[in-house]
């Protein structure tokens, strides 16, 4: 007969489901909870095919327990009950998890309603490799939270916590630790106040009044310092972004210096995090991992530290980096990991409360949306609450500008409205976007925060697939070309692209406004634009590849939208023809600054555009309204040609008139316009700026091959 799903709804009901229900005899269900039977006291049969049973006494939940039927046993899952306000208004709390210090005590606490027993231990060292015996203390428990104060100040200390759990021993990790021992084994407790670096306190954020105001660079920390050629010190390391006037072997600018020169307003910087030891050993770091498998995610990593046995220092260089942006006003946006954690069974959070912080399905396997292995439970109040703490974290210690969500569309809606609103508490101008996939993770649909809901959280940002994909091609079809290198009749997709992929004229619509739209042509994932055009263009020269690379940054940068840039695409960057370098060596994944003089005309290109647009609003309108009221487009044009005016002012800007003009053909075109006037050309197929290159009186156009037009009038 067998069981299908036992399912604990709350503390005394279960819902049972057998793969036939004919013929059950219900006088034979047993509940067995540790070692004791729980009688029903009532069992129906629901209108879905479900048993529900009410139990005679509540089931305890530092017990697992089983339904048994005749020869049958099946585990009772809890994942449900961790769900419903049964739950909830008995455990949860609002508390402050993190330690905290004061001048004759530290006090600790642990939230974990199945536990038995909790012990704090504490060491010496942060290194597990070395040998000593921790003083232990046993904490005490009320309503699932776990206390304790020691009556010393233990500051230079490390801790874990032994807990035991269905009667597995095991020591965890505090996930609300502030830093780490080496390999991020033990956590470091430590007092904030000693990690600023100089004149910390006078750190300012730029700010921007819309999304659409910035533009958008993708690093990774180790990619920017650690070719040979890029002439910094500390390569690899949070320091080696704050060397300031590096040069390749040609004296142009590498690294930071070249980040500043290029003139964007953020970085996107890739984990950082304390990500998996397996990945990299903070002992001897000499492996490569972008670090999307976190572990602490309170905490910095270590091998971008000088010293990763030195929890202090892991946090003060991290914010001597920060400082150094902001001081040149960069905004740091950080690249964060909620979505799942590296192995399942050795995280943490698995360790303090199984089945509470993960999504499983009825039959107690663990939902895998991700592709990872696991997908946390964002919509258990506890794992919410731990992520809103952890990013309030780093936005008040760190001084934070954004969020980059991993795969966001994992997340429940709710939890990233609430993230929302208490950023916004602490920066108003705080940017929130994206991964808005929609995966097949075990939440409904509607509940996902993935971009098909986009109108359900307007002031959170998505990357727009549709805007990479257009541009240069399917990125799961390595051949399959896009609008700058051939394909042909995507006019309208361009149009689309051109309004920041809001409703303009017909009933295209993936977002409600500009500033949702991540507009981006490559980014860590997958090929570069480069190699991209490598696999997809295998019969045009370099010149031509040269300009498809320009062509698509000029389409980037003057749509509405939000403008993001993988590092190294105005270099022309290539990682080999590798498209998942997530653990490619430093040959790989390092960009190679010498390149910078091969493809000197593309870095002054992209340099030109981000400086018209940084100086013309007209580019950076920030709601659908002003779009459909600002833009017109050309109709009547070339074969693959898109043309269009700003109109009227647009956003203030002091240029009444702008005209843009995108030619993806291997010919030239000419463009006839509705009207005569005096226009001045910014842009053309060689240079970019905010200064006029040309001055024609005419209501005729001439367009060259493969590249951008942008011309004002007056």
Same mark, same amino acid.
């Given at each position: ?17 057998? %793969? ?11 509940? /067995? ?36 039927? *005749? %020869? ?17 208004? +008995? ?18 606490? @642990? ?69 780490v021992g080496v390999n991020g084994l033990r956590g470091a407790i430590i007092d904030f106040a000693n990690t600023n670096p100089d004149h910390w ?75 998996? &030891? ?6 001897? $770091?000499?492996?490569?991992?972008? !670090? ?20 202090? @220092? ?59 292995? *696991? ?15 952890? @990013? ?20 429940? @809606? ?8 208490? /950023?916004?508490?602490?920066? $108003? ?13 075990? /939440?409904?649909?509607?509940? +996902? ?18 805007? +990479? ?68 263009? $295998? ?17 980037? #940068?003057?749509?509405? !939208?939000? $403008?993001?840039? %993988? ?9 080999? !023809? ?69 109109? &009227?002012?647009? *956003? ?8 843009? #003009? ?27 700026g905010n200064t006029s290159i040309k001055v024609e009186e005419t209501d005729f156009i001439h367009v060259g091959s493969l590249c951008a037009n ?5």
């Amino acid at each position: 007969m067998g069981i299908s799903d036992a399912i604990l709804i709350n503390f005394a009901n279960i819902r049972i489901k057998f %793969h036939h229900i004919d013929y059950v005899d219900l006088n034979k269900i047993k509940i /067995l909870n540790g070692n004791s039977y729980i009688d029903g006291s009532s069992i129906t049969l629901t209108d879905d095919g479900y048993f529900n049973v009410t139990l005679a006494k509540e089931v305890d939940i530092k017990f697992k327990s089983f339904l048994i039927y *005749n %020869h049958d046993k099946l585990s009772i899952s809890y994942t449900e009950l961790y769900k419903s306000e049964d739950f909830n208004k +008995r455990f949860f709390t609002d508390e402050n998890l993190f330690y905290t210090l004061s001048a004759n005590s530290t006090s600790f606490k @642990l939230w974990s309603p199945a536990a038995s027993s909790v012990s704090l231990l504490i060491y010496n060292s942060g290194d597990t490799d070395v040998k000593e015996t921790p003083h232990e203390y046993k904490m005490s428990e009320h309503k699932g939270l776990w206390k304790i104060i020691v009556d010393k100040n233990l500051e230079n200390y490390f801790y874990t916590f032994k807990i035991n759990i269905y009667g597995n021993i095991s020591e965890v990790v505090d996930p609300y630790a502030l830093s780490v021992g080496v390999n991020g084994l033990r956590g470091a407790i430590i007092d904030f106040a000693n990690t600023n670096p100089d004149h910390w306190k006078n750190d300012i954020s730029p700010k921007y009044t819309n999304y659409t105001d910035t533009i958008i660079y993708e690093i990774n920390i180790r990619d920017m310092t650690y070719d040979k050629n890029s002439s910094v010190i500390n390569k690899g390391k949070y320091l080696g972004l704050t060397e300031n006037n590096t040069l390749n072997s040609f004296n142009q600018s590498t690294s930071f210096s070249h980040i500043k020169e290029l003139g964007v307003t953020h970085v996107q910087i890739m984990p950082f995090y304390d990500f998996s &030891h397996s990945s990299i050993d903070e002992k001897n $770091p000499i492996d490569y991992n972008w !670090g999307y498998d976190p572990v602490n995610l309170n905490c910095t990593e270590g091998a971008f530290c000088t010293d990763p046995y030195n929890p202090y @220092l892991r946090v003060k260089e991290l914010k001597k980096m920060i400082h150094h942006f902001h001081k040149n006003n960069i905004g740091v946006i950080m690249d964060v990991v909620f979505n799942h954690l590296f192995k399942l069974e050795e995280t943490n959070f698995h360790g303090i409360f199984p089945g509470y912080y993960f999504r499983y399905y009825n039959n107690g396997e663990p939902s895998n949306g991700t592709g990872c292995g *696991n997908d946390t439970a964002s919509e258990n109040l506890m794992m919410r609450k731990f992520i809103i703490d952890s @990013l309030v974290h780093w936005a008040k210690e760190y001084h934070i500008d954004g969020f980059r969500f991993d795969l966001m569309g994992i997340h429940d @809606l709710d939890t990233m409205k609430e993230i929302h609103k208490e /950023l916004k508490k602490i920066n $108003p101008t705080i940017i929130i976007y994206g991964e808005g996939w929609d995966l097949n993770t075990n /939440l409904p649909l509607n509940k +996902r925060a993935s971009s098909n809901n986009f109108n359900e959280i307007p002031s959170i940002g998505f990357f727009n697939d549709y805007f +990479r994909d257009i541009l240069k091609g399917n990125i799961f079809y390595p051949a399959d070309q896009g609008y700058v290198n051939g394909k042909q009749y995507l006019e309208s997709q361009i149009r689309n692209c051109v309004v920041g992929s809001v409703k303009y004229k017909d009933d295209f619509e993936k977002f409600l406004s500009p500033n949702q739209s991540i507009n981006y042509i490559s980014c860590h994932d997958n090929h570069t634009l480069w190699d991209k055009f490598q696999l997809n263009s $295998p019969n045009s020269n370099i010149d031509d590849k040269t300009q498809m690379v320009k062509l698509a940054l000029a389409i980037l #940068i003057t749509s509405q !939208g939000v $403008p993001f840039l %993988h590092s190294g695409v105005e270099l022309c960057r290539t990682k080999k !023809g590798v498209e998942n370098s997530y653990n490619s060596p430093d040959d790989i994944n390092a960009i190679d600054w010498n390149r910078k003089a091969d493809f000197k005309s593309v870095f002054e290109y992209t340099k030109g555009l981000i400086e018209l647009r940084l100086n013309h609003p007209a580019f950076r309108l920030s709601t659908a309204d002003s779009i459909r009221n600002s833009i017109e487009f050309i109709n009547n044009t070339a074969e693959n040609v898109v043309a269009f005016f700003i109109k &009227h002012h647009a *956003n203030k800007d002091e240029w009444r008139n702008i005209l843009v #003009i995108y030619n993806p053909n291997k010919h030239s075109v000419d463009i006839k316009l509705p009207y005569k006037a005096t226009w001045n050309q910014v842009v053309n197929k060689y240079s970019s700026g905010n200064t006029s290159i040309k001055v024609e009186e005419t209501d005729f156009i001439h367009v060259g091959s493969l590249c951008a037009n942008v011309y004002y009038e007056g």
